[in-house]
C-alpha cells in the first residue's frame, strides 16, 4: 500500500479551515487539520508546493519516519507554518492506519483511560449580569468548567468578550468569542493592565459566591502582563482557588515563569502558540507550568503531542490542549483520542463549531454529562463532505490587536 493521492482542501463554512486528505493505492483515506489561523494560505502553499509531492508512493504505515522525514529534510525547523503542515501528514498517517486497523485511533495509543474528556466552554460578558448569563448557558449546555472572560471599566474592546455583532461563525456569537473577524483589515482593540489587574479579582469573587466552591474556573490572560504583574494577579486570584490561570506572559520568555511561580500557588496553563515539542522541554523540566496548552495541529500532530504529554507525566504535568473554533473538527477529534488514551489527562478546551461547519465536516463524536468522547468509529471519527465544503470559498479574515491607550501595541 502506497500514498497515491495528496490533496489540500481550504474551506469556509463558518471559519477557515485547511484539510489534507490522503487516499492510499488501496482506497483508505485519512484527514489532517491544517489550520493556522489567519495565516492558512501560507500552510496552502508549504503543503502543496512542498510536501504534497514528497508523499506519493511513501507508505503510509511509516509515520514516525514520514514525521522525522518531513522536519529533518525541511532544515529549517519548527515554525507554525512548518509544524501545521507536517501535522496535518501525521493525523492522516494515523487516521489511516487505525482505519486499516478497523479500530478508533484512542486503541491504538493505548486504550481508553477514562469514560470522557472533562471539557470547558467559554464564558464572556461586559460585566456581572452578562457573564452569569454566559456561564448559566453554558450551564445548560452542559459544561462542567468554565472559561471566565470579562470586561474591565474604560477599555472598550478585549480579548474573550463575546458580543451579538461578531461575525464569526462559532456557535451562539453572544456567548461564544470567536476572535477571527472576516475583513481585509485586523479589528483594533484597546488595553490598559493596571486596570485589568484592578477588576478581575473582584470578578472571581462575585463568580465564586454566585456559583459556589465546586464549579473549576479558569481564566485567560493571552500574554498581556509582566511577570510582575501575573504573579500579582495569580496571587490575588488564590481566594477563587482557579483551575489555571493561562498564559499570563507572552510565551517567548519562558525564563519569565519562574517570578511566577515564586509568588503564586495559581495553576498555570501555557502552549497554545508553541510549535514543537522542544518548545515544552524546559518548561516541563523547570517544572513551570501544570497545564500543557500545546495543539495537535499546531505542534506537528499526534506523534510529537503524545510524546510532549508522555514526558510531561514525569512532571504530573496534565494536558489542556487547545480546542477553540479555529482547530477544525479533524484536529479536535485527533487530540480526544489522545486525551482519552494518555494517564495524565487534564481538562479539553471546547468551544462548538458552528452548524455549517458541522455540516461540512461529519463527526462521531459524543458530548454527555460534561465529557466529550471521540466515537467508536475507525480511525478518527471525522469525515469531509467534499460537496459541502466546495460551497465555501476561502474568506480573509485576521486575528485582531491591540494598542495601550497612547497608542502602543502591545500583546494580543
Ligand atoms: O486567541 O484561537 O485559549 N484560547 C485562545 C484563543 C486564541 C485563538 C487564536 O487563533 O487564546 O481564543
Ligand atoms: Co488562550
Same mark, same amino acid.
Given at each position: 500500500?502506497?500514498?497515491?493521492?495528496?490533496?489540500? !482542501? @481550504?474551506?469556509?463554512?463558518?471559519?477557515?479551515?485547511?484539510?489534507?486528505?490522503?487516499?492510499?493505492?488501496?482506497?483508505?483515506?485519512?484527514?489532517?487539520?491544517?489550520?493556522?489561523?489567519?495565516?492558512?494560505?501560507? @500552510?496552502?502553499?508549504?503543503?502543496? $508546493?512542498?510536501?504534497?509531492?514528497?508523499? !506519493?508512493?511513501?507508505?503510509?504505515?511509516?509515520?514516525?519516519?514520514?514525521?522525522?522525514?518531513?522536519?529533518?529534510?525541511?532544515?529549517?525547523?519548527?515554525?507554525?507554518?512548518?509544524?501545521?503542515?507536517?501535522?496535518?501528514?501525521?493525523?492522516?498517517?494515523?487516521?489511516?492506519?487505525?482505519? @486499516?486497523?478497523?479500530?478508533?485511533?484512542?486503541?491504538?495509543?493505548?486504550?481508553?483511560?477514562?469514560?470522557?474528556?472533562?471539557?470547558?466552554? &467559554?464564558?464572556?460578558?461586559?460585566?456581572?449580569?452578562?457573564?452569569?448569563?454566559?456561564?448559566?448557558?453554558?450551564?445548560?449546555?452542559?459544561?462542567?468548567?468554565?472559561?471566565?472572560?470579562?470586561?474591565?471599566?474604560?477599555?472598550?474592546?478585549?480579548?474573550? !468578550?463575546?458580543?451579538?455583532?461578531?461575525?464569526?461563525?462559532?456557535?451562539?456569537?453572544?456567548?461564544?468569542?470567536?476572535?477571527?473577524?472576516?475583513?481585509?483589515?485586523?479589528?483594533?482593540?484597546?488595553?490598559?493592565?493596571?486596570?485589568?489587574?484592578?477588576?478581575?479579582?473582584?470578578?472571581?469573587?462575585?463568580?465564586?459566591?454566585?456559583?459556589?466552591? $465546586?464549579?473549576?474556573?479558569?481564566?485567560?490572560?493571552?500574554?498581556?502582563?509582566?511577570?510582575?504583574?501575573?504573579?500579582?494577579?495569580?496571587?490575588?486570584?488564590?481566594?477563587?482557588?482557579?483551575?489555571?490561570?493561562?498564559?499570563?506572559?507572552?510565551?517567548?520568555?519562558?525564563?519569565?515563569?519562574?517570578?511566577?511561580?515564586?509568588?503564586?500557588?495559581?495553576?498555570?496553563?501555557?502552549?497554545?502558540?508553541?510549535?514543537?515539542?522542544?518548545?515544552?522541554?524546559?518548561?516541563?523540566?523547570?517544572?513551570?507550568?501544570?497545564?500543557?496548552?500545546?495543539?495537535?495541529?499546531?505542534?506537528?500532530?499526534?506523534?510529537?503531542?503524545?510524546?510532549?504529554?508522555?514526558?510531561?507525566?514525569?512532571?504530573?504535568?496534565?494536558?489542556?490542549?487547545?480546542?477553540?473554533?479555529?482547530?477544525?473538527?479533524?484536529?479536535?477529534?485527533?487530540?480526544?483520542?489522545?486525551?482519552?488514551?494518555?494517564?495524565?489527562?487534564?481538562?479539553? $478546551?471546547?468551544?462548538?463549531?458552528?452548524?455549517?461547519?458541522?455540516?461540512?465536516?461529519?463527526?462521531?463524536?459524543?458530548?454527555?454529562?460534561?465529557?466529550?468522547?471521540?466515537?467508536?468509529?475507525?480511525?478518527?471519527?471525522?469525515?469531509?463532505?467534499?460537496?459541502?465544503?466546495?460551497?465555501?470559498?476561502?474568506?480573509?479574515?485576521?486575528?485582531?490587536?491591540?494598542?495601550?491607550?497612547?497608542?502602543?501595541? &502591545?500583546?494580543?
Amino acid at each position: 500500500m502506497i500514498i497515491e493521492k495528496a490533496e489540500v !482542501i @481550504v474551506t469556509s463554512p463558518d471559519r477557515n479551515f485547511v484539510t489534507l486528505k490522503l487516499t492510499t493505492s488501496d482506497g483508505v483515506t485519512g484527514l489532517g487539520d491544517a489550520t493556522l489561523n489567519g495565516r492558512e494560505l501560507a @500552510v496552502v502553499a508549504y503543503l502543496k $508546493e512542498h510536501v504534497v509531492p514528497l508523499l !506519493i508512493g511513501r507508505d503510509p504505515h511509516q509515520i514516525e519516519d514520514t514525521w522525522q522525514f518531513l522536519y529533518r529534510i525541511s532544515y529549517w525547523r519548527r515554525g507554525p507554518v512548518t509544524m501545521a503542515s507536517i501535522a496535518a501528514v501525521d493525523m492522516a498517517l494515523w487516521y489511516i492506519k487505525a482505519k @486499516v486497523a478497523g479500530l478508533p485511533l484512542y486503541q491504538l495509543l493505548g486504550g481508553a483511560s477514562r469514560r470522557g474528556l472533562l471539557a470547558y466552554g &467559554h464564558a464572556s460578558g461586559k460585566e456581572l449580569p452578562e457573564i452569569f448569563d454566559s456561564i448559566n448557558d453554558h450551564l445548560e449546555q452542559g459544561f462542567r468548567a468554565i472559561r471566565v472572560q470579562s470586561g474591565v471599566p474604560g477599555l472598550k474592546a478585549i480579548y474573550g !468578550i463575546a458580543s451579538q455583532s461578531a461575525d464569526t461563525g462559532g456557535g451562539d456569537a453572544r456567548y461564544d468569542h470567536e476572535p477571527a473577524r472576516r475583513g481585509a483589515k485586523p479589528t483594533e482593540e484597546d488595553w490598559d493592565t493596571r486596570a485589568y489587574l484592578r477588576h478581575i479579582p473582584g470578578v472571581f469573587e462575585a463568580v465564586r459566591n454566585e456559583f459556589g466552591a $465546586e464549579l473549576p474556573l479558569l481564566h485567560d490572560g493571552h500574554h498581556r502582563m509582566t511577570p510582575l504583574q501575573a504573579a500579582k494577579l495569580g496571587k490575588s486570584l488564590e481566594p477563587y482557588d482557579l483551575f489555571w490561570l493561562e498564559d499570563c506572559t507572552p510565551a517567548e520568555n519562558q525564563e519569565a515563569l519562574k517570578l511566577v511561580r515564586q509568588h503564586t500557588t495559581t495553576p498555570l496553563a501555557i502552549g497554545e502558540v508553541f510549535n514543537t515539542i522542544w518548545d515544552f522541554k524546559d518548561i516541563i523540566r523547570d517544572q513551570l507550568i501544570d497545564y500543557m496548552r500545546g495543539a495537535v495541529t499546531h505542534m506537528g500532530g499526534i506523534t510529537p503531542l503524545k510524546k510532549t504529554m508522555d514526558y510531561a507525566s514525569l512532571y504530573q504535568i496534565k494536558s489542556g490542549f487547545h480546542g477553540p473554533t479555529d482547530i477544525s473538527p479533524v484536529g479536535m477529534a485527533a487530540q480526544m483520542h489522545v486525551g482519552l488514551a494518555i494517564h495524565n489527562f487534564g481538562i479539553q $478546551e471546547y468551544m462548538k463549531h458552528g452548524a455549517k461547519t458541522d455540516q461540512v465536516f461529519e463527526q462521531s463524536f459524543t458530548w454527555t454529562d460534561g465529557l466529550l468522547h471521540p466515537g467508536d468509529n475507525p480511525g478518527l471519527g471525522v469525515e469531509l463532505n467534499v460537496d459541502e465544503a466546495g460551497k465555501y470559498p476561502y474568506e480573509q479574515a485576521y486575528l485582531p490587536y491591540n494598542r495601550l491607550a497612547d497608542g502602543t501595541v &502591545h500583546d494580543w
